[in-house]
């Protein structure tokens, strides 16, 4: 089993849509979750870090994180051409910031 | 966000010859980074975990002779590649912990072509 899970996609959604992003991950012991956007031929970039359960927002991106269940999303709202780009979580086990666990992404693709 | 900047963007070599790639934290210190390879269409591999004044961890499978790796500053990483074959063309990539939020934050990439 991997340690954490995303659908690969792609996911197709008609501009100005909500997108909704889902990752789940297999230990109870991870305590930090964090989502990054990689466009085409560039690196990741952080967008999200949430850390607790609930949502957590940050402009048209809501990060919402269920311990319980071991599930943590991305939402973003009023989807935009220019959010195309392959979505990876990534968690952190407590107190061991040397290793992080990366999903295989999810292609997310906005038609205008 | 922290900063992490990589250099060169993008190398072209030839077959046999060695390439270093550094990677560098310009806001924060650094004791621990990554490498990463990244081959079209696929997933991040982790390569190493580079220690400041420590030897690095490799990952099952990489070559630590092939790879090798010095982080000889708070800030500095650097990866070089020995002997570079066409095989290792890919697209590597660095990353740094800030440890006072835990996020992990990458540089631009490095892509190498070995012809």
């Known amino acids: 089993q991997k340690e954490v899970e995303q659908n690969s996609g792609p996911l197709s959604v008609p501009e100005g849509a909500i997108a909704s992003l889902n990752c789940t991950y297999s230990?109870?012991?991870?305590?930090?979750f964090f989502w990054y956007r990689q466009y085409s031929g560039k690196s990741p970039e952080l967008i999200m870090s949430?850390?607790?359960?609930g949502d957590k927002e940050d402009g048209r991106f809501t990060a919402q994180l269920n311990k319980a269940s071991q599930y943590v999303s991305l939402l973003i709202r009023d989807s935009q051409p220019s959010d195309s780009a392959t979505y990876l979580c990534?968690?952190?086990?407590?107190?061991?910031?040397?290793?992080?666990?990366f999903g295989s992404g999810t292609k997310l693709n906005v038609k205008p | 966000g922290a900063v992490v900047s990589q250099h060169p963007s993008w190398v072209i070599c030839k077959s046999g010859t060695s390439v270093k790639i550094e990677c560098r934290s310009l806001?924060?210190?650094?004791?621990?980074m990554f490498w990463y390879r990244q081959f079209p269409k696929q997933s991040l591999m982790l390569m190493a975990t580079?220690?400041?004044?420590?030897?690095?961890?490799?990952e099952q499978g990489v070559e630590k002779d092939k790879f090798l790796i010095n982080h000889a500053s708070l800030t500095l990483s650097t990866l070089t590649v020995t002997s570079a074959h066409p095989e290792d063309s890919s697209f590597y990539i660095c990353?740094?912990?800030?440890?006072?939020?835990?996020?992990?934050?990458f540089g631009e990439g490095s892509r190498l072509t070995v012809l």
């Open positions: 990353s740094a912990t800030l440890l006072v939020t835990g996020e992990l934050f």
């Open positions: 230990d109870r012991g991870s305590q930090s």
């Open positions: 949430i850390y607790s359960n």
């Open positions: 990534a968690v952190n086990k407590e107190g061991n910031f040397n290793k992080f666990y």
């Open positions: 806001d924060f210190q650094a004791t621990t």
């Open positions: 580079s220690n400041e004044g420590s030897k690095a961890t490799y």
